[in-house]
């Protein structure tokens, strides 16, 4: 090929001091993000070193022209016209930006060049390069170098560096062969012909149908706009190429950036338990030897599909790995965002489109920058930015080839903490895949040793298991006898003082015994909310037997059932509940028939119950329908009475309220937690368990503490202030909205999340929470150990969801007459004595940096919306955050393609939220794929008998509701038809109906820009911030145009000016010279001559 430039490729004349072009497909990217996040440093390149010895700031400023000179893409501001059209303005002259900083103090020096390394460019004004050199007290100098990702990239980078190192030396630097601005040129003629279309076709066949977000766990929920904010951990992984993973690369025929890819890949399976993955990655795209020493933005990236299934080894993972890139790299040039237009995902603010996971591999050797007659080294500079959600960096370092690995995240999605623990899990797992590259992956441990042995340490409190020598009947009379005329229950007009309460219970107590109660004896409760259940349950334990609560308002056969499975051979009744009692099979006995004659003689004495002895059988609903009992001992209720004191310090000076269902676990707490105290426990009546009934009682008894539900905590009226003896609210049960703890919390109030399965006696964790803090559940209570584990038992990385395990004196014996089940779900425990246990609970969870237990739903309940993994949760807390809604539920409806999004809200009283205002308020906090599609509006949400939300009973949208593919729909108002018309012209469309979607109709970002500025005028006028953000927001012309009349009702007062750069380019005719446009068709018609390398 000619290098040299045609004839006609003169220098320009006076007149003509500025040329326009095209800009490339990755330009065009950037300049849609760029104006989607203006003013952050998120894609600035930097470099910084250290001088020591001269330095000739002449021969560096007369270095830094030359390559200006040099390099047009270092002489280029962008523009974009006012039809949207984006163009790269080369400046025919230029100087370069140079700024000398002096006396700065040694200490200081670093926090300078991080600050200017994160000043943002304008990209309409320039420079995009700039040099700034700051001389140190101690005599030394930092030069740092920092170019915008529009017109350098790693590569260009490296060539800018050894250009100024050789022109500091005072020689001459060549012409270029060819300038960015030819390539873009080039790119886009061929990209107009369609020479990219087979290799756009090949990556979007690949990743169709794969997941549209991926993501290690959060740390925070998702941002309904993602922001350019990031941090970065960096790591040494050791020997590269030369080393292990050189050797285990080469048996598998790949190459060292084929195995680190496949175990990034690995790492990401594991932390995100997915087996198909999309990994993006960057290609140098200088596969032409003209392109080698051109700066310029060349790097392009492309996506990778991986899979995971099958369980492969590393070694297998790598072959696989291989071969996708292999079939790609015939491919590499094809523009990623004709790949994105292709797949055609809905668009989303909240994520990168196709690729959130990046891998970057640089096996060059490092930036380097030399200045003759002094040593300079290199400064890294790490900047608070990320591009991608998660991104892993790795590069050769040092003269040794060792490889240093730097994790890029985005800060609103990941903590510090949580990253830093990954660096040591990545680090695990690679070296055990490089020991056993034939093991299959789910073989290989990602958690160190001693990371395991720190994590079921801090998780463990089984040493405070509290003494069994006294046991809870015990310890209620130890408190009867020391104050004997304090309130122990209140419920209606009942009022026992702890001397009657226990009068009552022993008489009670005495009766049972005569009717052969014994220790394991079972006896039925089939009573009502009254004072007699309290009582009777208190007498059961007096007497040595266990209790088995019974709900009389269940069916009889369900009734049966448990009578039977649990081998009750005595029911307590009330006048109630006694015909119904009679006709269950089993003898009875009245618990209100308090003029009943005592024993004639006292009934043998019998031994009182031993620590390892039944107190109670409780059943649960049984994923096959049938209820299953939980059978508990002495010991692990007595560690349940004296575990929660940490969390919940109950005194005898206080009221506590009993709300919860007898036959629900909670309500064995509620029970003898306060009267373990001495505190004074009021019942709550059926009609005072909710809203203002609920609020009254709780006012009107001064209670001090309640376990509450949140479902019912949440149907709360405005209490704020109303409740000034209320100290601790507890909850649990279900998942905890943070709009809960923001509503009931006050200063003097603690508000607790208590978990635990009934297997494991009521509650594991507990956790404090306030406001504005994520609502988790907590650490393990005195008696316990809670593990989260992986599927063979062992310990998850941080923040990786696994499986709750809990082990402890608070376990339960297992299910009665369930042998098998008991086996399945009470396993051995690897973590503890010989002989111990743990409850596998079905419930998943992750533990953060900080320790902390997060709950996550159950394992056999996973909810995904077209692939997606969606945390209902989330969804349901946000919708109840609005002052509308008193409360709120979500659930999947429909399946394949029908899939669907449902909200279920209750009003709040007086209110009447529309659709069109809950879409509005959630579409400011959740990303697109989590808002609901339809929502149903209720009077109350169906709810079971122990106060949560029965899912199983919420209705089925109604069918008249609109599906999507709705019809044409004309404008109806100004603002509608101004909209439509603008899209009509962008879209070169007859008709756009208001509810038509911008990118359905063929859309994309470059096309949005054009929208934004012909919207522009308007929302000046408006005083209205109309930003790419908002058009991204609201895709329809309804919504857009409800979105700009909005902002004409409510003009900010603080109005932003518009985005720099807005003014309409020079044009082409205007700007661009004859003897340019020859450079380039010359320039283009050279590479077409040349056939590309593949790398």
Same mark, same amino acid.
């Given at each position: 090929m000619d290098a040299e430039r045609p004839a006609t490729a003169e220098a320009p004349s006076a007149e003509a001091e500025e040329y326009e072009f095209p800009v490339s497909d990755a330009q065009s990217r950037l300049l849609v993000l760029d104006r989607m996040n203006p003013g952050t440093a998120q894609y600035n390149v930097p470099a910084a070193f250290a001088v020591r010895g001269p330095l000739d700031l002449g021969a560096l400023t007369r270095a830094l022209d030359a390559v200006v000179a040099r390099h047009e893409s270092l002489r280029t501001v962008f523009r974009t016209a006012a039809d949207g059209t984006q163009a790269q303005i080369v400046r025919a002259s230029g100087r370069a930006h140079l700024t000398v900083e002096k006396d700065v103090r040694a200490d200081e020096a670093e926090a300078l060049?991080?600050?200017?390394?994160?000043?943002?460019?304008?990209?309409?004004?320039?420079?995009l390069l700039r040099c700034t050199v700051y001389a140190v007290d101690d005599g030394s100098h930092r030069v740092l170098l920092v170019a915008h990702h529009l017109v350098c990239d790693g590569w260009s980078l490296g060539v800018i560096l050894r250009d100024v190192s050789t022109a500091y030396a005072g020689a001459d630097l060549p012409e270029l062969p060819l300038q960015f601005p030819d390539y873009a040129a080039w790119q886009r003629e061929r990209q107009a012909a369609g020479a990219y279309s087979a290799a756009v076709a090949h990556w979007a066949e690949r990743l169709r149908g794969a997941p549209e977000v991926l993501s290690p766990p959060l740390d925070a929920p998702r941002p309904a706009v993602r922001t350019a904010a990031g941090g970065s951990e960096r790591f040494l992984l050791g020997a590269g190429p030369r080393g292990r993973l050189g050797e285990v690369a080469r048996s598998r025929g790949a190459t060292p950036f084929m195995a680190l890819f496949a175990a990034y890949a690995a790492f990401l399976g594991r932390l995100t338990g997915r087996d198909d993955l999309v990994i993006g990655f960057p290609v140098s795209g200088r596969d032409r030897p003209e392109l080698q020493e051109m700066a310029g933005m060349l790097t392009n990236t492309l996506a990778l599909r991986v899979d995971l299934s099958g369980d492969p080894s590393y070694g297998e993972?790598?072959?696989?790995?291989?071969?996708?890139?292999?079939?790609?790299?015939?491919?590499?040039?094809?523009?990623?965002?004709?790949?994105?237009?292709?797949?055609?995902?809905?668009?989303?603010?909240?994520?990168?489109?196709?690729?959130?996971?990046?891998?970057?591999?640089?096996?060059?050797?490092?930036?380097?920058?030399?200045?003759?007659?002094?040593?300079?080294?290199?400064?890294?500079?790490d900047l608070d930015t990320a591009k991608f959600d998660f991104h892993l960096h790795v590069e050769r370092w040092g003269t040794a080839g060792d490889l240093s690995a730097q994790f890029i995240y985005r800060r609103d999605l990941f903590e510090a903490a949580t990253v830093r623990a990954w660096t040591h899990n990545f680090r695990a797992l690679l070296d055990a895949a490089l020991a056993?590259?034939?093991?299959?992956?789910?073989?290989?441990?990602?958690?160190?040793?001693?990371?395991r042995r720190r994590a079921v340490a801090a998780a463990d409190r089984t040493a405070e298991a509290a003494p069994t020598d006294r046991l809870v009947p015990d310890l209620i009379a130890d408190v009867a006898a020391a104050r004997p005329d304090a309130t122990a229950l209140v419920c209606g007009d009942v009022r026992l003082s702890y001397r009657e309460l226990l009068a009552r219970a022993d008489t009670l107590a005495a009766r049972l015994r005569a009717a052969g109660v014994r220790p394991g004896f079972r006896v039925g409760l089939l009573l009502p909310r009254s004072a007699e259940m309290g009582v009777a349950a208190l007498a059961v334990l007096r007497a040595g037997g266990a209790y088995v609560p019974l709900d009389q308002?269940?069916?009889?056969?369900?009734?049966?059932?448990?009578?039977?499975?649990?081998?009750?051979?005595?029911?307590?009744?009330?006048?109630?509940?006694?015909?119904?009692?009679?006709?269950?099979?089993?003898?009875?006995?009245?618990?209100?028939?308090?003029?009943?004659?005592?024993?004639?003689?006292?009934p043998e004495p019998q031994a009182a119950p031993a620590p390892e002895d039944l107190a109670y059988v409780l059943f649960t609903s049984g994923s096959t329908g049938v209820p299953k009992g939980v059978a508990v001992e002495h010991r692990a209720l007595l560690n349940l009475t004296r575990a929660v004191r940490p969390a919940f310090p109950v005194t005898a000076d206080d009221r506590v309220l009993q709300f919860v269902s007898f036959g629900f676990d909670v309500a064995v707490s509620d029970l003898f937690f306060p009267w373990v105290a001495g505190a004074e426990l009021h019942i709550a009546r059926d009609d005072e368990r909710l809203g203002d009934a609920l609020a009254a009682r709780l006012r009107d008894s001064r209670i001090t503490y309640v376990f509450l539900p949140p479902s019912a905590a949440m149907l709360l009226p405005d209490v704020h202030g109303r409740l000034p003896h209320l100290r601790t609210l507890a909850v649990g049960g279900e998942a905890c909205p943070a709009e809960l703890v923001e509503r009931l919390s006050e200063p003097g109030r603690r508000i607790v999340n208590a978990y635990g399965p009934s297997e494991a006696t009521v509650y594991a964790t507990t956790a404090d929470l306030r406001p504005g803090e994520p609502v988790v559940i907590g650490a393990p209570v005195p008696g316990s150990r809670v593990h989260v584990l992986?599927?063979?038992?062992?310990?998850?990385?941080?923040?990786?969801?696994?499986?709750?395990?809990?082990?402890?004196?608070?376990?339960?014996?297992?299910?009665?007459?369930?042998?098998?089940?008991?086996?399945?779900?009470?396993?051995?425990?690897?973590?503890?004595?010989?002989?111990?246990r743990m409850y596998r609970t079905g419930d998943l969870a992750r533990i953060d940096a900080r320790g902390r237990l997060h709950y996550l739903g159950r394992s056999d309940s996973q909810v995904k919306l077209r692939g997606i993994r969606i945390e209902l949760g989330e969804v349901e807390a946000l919708l109840a955050g609005h002052p509308d809604v008193a409360v709120a539920a979500a659930a999947v409806r429909g399946g394949g393609a029908e899939q669907r999004l449902v909200a279920y809200v209750v009003h709040r009283e007086g209110a009447a939220p529309s659709d069109d205002t809950l879409r509005a308020h959630l579409g400011e906090r959740l990303p697109g794929y989590m808002l609901p599609e339809v929502y149903v509006h209720l009077d109350e949400l169906p709810l079971n008998r122990s106060g949560k939300i029965d899912r199983a009973r919420l209705p089925e949208p109604a069918a008249e509701r609109q599906e999507a593919g709705r019809p044409y729909t004309a404008p109806s108002t100004a603002t509608e038809r101004h909209v439509a018309e603008v899209w009509a012209r962008v879209l070169t469309l007859d008709r756009v109906g208001v509810h038509d979607n911008f990118f359905d109709l063929g859309g994309n970002s470059v096309r949005l820009l054009s929208v934004l500025d012909a919207l522009r005028d308007r929302a000046d006028a408006a005083g209205d911030d109309l930003t790419m953000v908002d058009l991204f !927001?609201?895709?329809?012309?309804? @919504?857009? &145009?409800? =979105? #700009?009349?909005?902002?004409?009702?409510?003009? $900010?007062?603080?109005?932003?000016?518009?985005?720099?750069?807005?003014?309409?380019?020079?044009?082409?005719?205007?700007?661009?010279?004859?003897? !340019?446009?020859?450079?380039?068709? @010359?320039? &283009?018609? =050279? #590479?077409?001559?040349?056939?590309?390398?593949? $790398?």
């Open positions: 060049m991080r600050a200017e390394a994160a000043r943002p460019f304008d990209p309409a004004a320039g420079p993972l790598i072959d696989r790995v291989r071969a996708a890139l292999l079939a790609g790299q015939p491919h590499q040039d094809a523009p990623f965002e004709s790949v994105v237009n292709t797949l055609a995902p809905a668009r989303d603010t909240s994520h990168d489109p196709v690729v959130q996971l990046v891998f970057a591999y640089d096996d060059d050797t490092e930036l380097s920058l030399a200045l003759t007659g002094a040593r300079v080294e290199r400064v890294v500079l056993r590259p034939d093991a299959p992956l789910a073989v290989l441990d990602a958690v160190p040793d001693d990371e308002a269940h069916p009889h056969a369900r009734l049966a059932h448990m009578i039977e499975a649990s081998g009750t051979g005595l029911l307590v009744t009330a006048e109630e509940t006694a015909e119904q009692g009679a006709g269950l099979g089993a003898p009875c006995l009245r618990a209100d028939d308090h003029e009943a004659p005592a024993p004639t003689a006292p992986d599927a063979r038992l062992r310990t998850v990385p941080t923040g990786v969801t696994g499986e709750v395990y809990i082990a402890g004196a608070s376990l339960a014996r297992g299910y009665i007459g369930r042998p098998g089940m008991t086996a399945e779900r009470f396993v051995a425990d690897p973590y503890g004595p010989p002989g111990s !927001r609201h895709p329809t012309v309804a @919504a857009l &145009a409800a =979105r #700009l009349d909005r902002a004409d009702d409510d003009v $900010r007062p603080d109005g932003t000016p518009a985005t720099a750069g807005e003014s309409a380019t020079t044009t082409a005719a205007e700007r661009r010279g004859g003897d !340019r446009r020859a450079r380039q068709h @010359a320039a &283009a018609q =050279r #590479l077409r001559s040349r056939k590309g390398t593949s $790398r």
